[in-house]
């Protein structure tokens, strides 16, 4: 199955600095790479997402890049704000498997902490 | 639209007790999904539904089942809790399952003494 690895766990950046958050994955047959953001306490949220025929996509200060040679894809985040501060999670989604469609595997969450 | 919705949102559980949680979306969506989260470990599959009538295991099955006989509705078993699955569950659906995003419930904070 799909392993997906993300680093770092924890990253504490400067406000109005730039946030790098990286994931790879084993799948090379993976074809949907979402990335969540969980506020403390809420449920997960989509920010932004990409599909393997893409290589960038950016939404206003979001970001994500998709290296499929290498299996691995990045969330950047530009001018970071107070409210950016959360945990955030990458996801990967490999090829059906038996005529179903798969969960998402996720990564395990990079904590990030906006400093004032 | 509610989105996806799951009942209760708190639970303490003694071990070996049973319970059902209760995931239901009014987004006509085809697949649901049921996740737990445990700290440091990301969110992890328990079991998936493609269609009404479908269900298949996901990467933790053990100790949990679930049924799909409405659309809308996705229900998680635990027939005899243990304290390894103490968690917070997370509901999720999706309109089809490749590429298309997943909508989360609010998620249900499960503990098993």
């Known amino acids: 199955g799909e392993n997906v690895e993300q680093h770092p766990s924890t990253l504490s950046v400067q406000e109005g600095d730039s946030a790098v958050i990286k994931c790879t994955y084993s799948?090379?047959?993976?074809?949907?790479f979402p990335w969540y953001k969980q506020e403390l306490g809420k449920r997960p949220q989509l920010i932004i997402d990409?599909?393997?025929?893409?290589g960038e996509k950016k939404d206003q200060r979001i970001a994500v890049t998709l290296n499929k040679t290498a299996k691995h894809f990045s969330l950047h985040i530009t001018e970071t704000q107070p409210e950016d501060s959360a945990v955030y999670f990458c996801?990967?989604?490999?090829?059906?498997?038996?005529?179903?469609?798969?969960?998402?595997?996720f990564g395990k969450g990079t904590h990030l902490i906006i400093q004032p | 639209n509610a989105g996806v919705t799951q009942t209760p949102k708190f639970r303490v559980l003694k071990t070996g007790q049973s319970m059902t949680l209760l995931c239901a979306q009014d987004?006509?969506?085809?697949?649901m999904y049921w996740y737990r989260q445990d700290p440091g470990m990301g969110l992890r599959l328990i079991h998936y539904?493609?269609?009404?009538?479908?269900?298949a295991k996901g990467e933790v099955p053990d100790g949990y089942n679930v049924s799909r006989l409405k659309k809308q509705n996705f229900l998680l078993g635990l027939e005899s809790a243990a304290p390894s699955q103490t968690s917070v569950y997370f509901c999720?659906?999706?309109?089809?399952?490749?590429?298309?995003?997943?909508?989360f419930g609010p998620g249900t904070r499960l503990t098993v003494l």
């Open positions: 999720a659906s999706s309109y089809t399952g490749r590429r298309t995003e997943q909508f």
């Open positions: 799948d090379s047959a993976s074809n949907y």
């Open positions: 990409i599909r393997s025929n893409v």
């Open positions: 996801a990967a989604r490999g090829a059906y498997s038996g005529g179903g469609a798969d969960g998402l595997t």
């Open positions: 987004m006509n969506h085809e697949y």
């Open positions: 539904s493609v269609g009404e009538g479908t269900t």
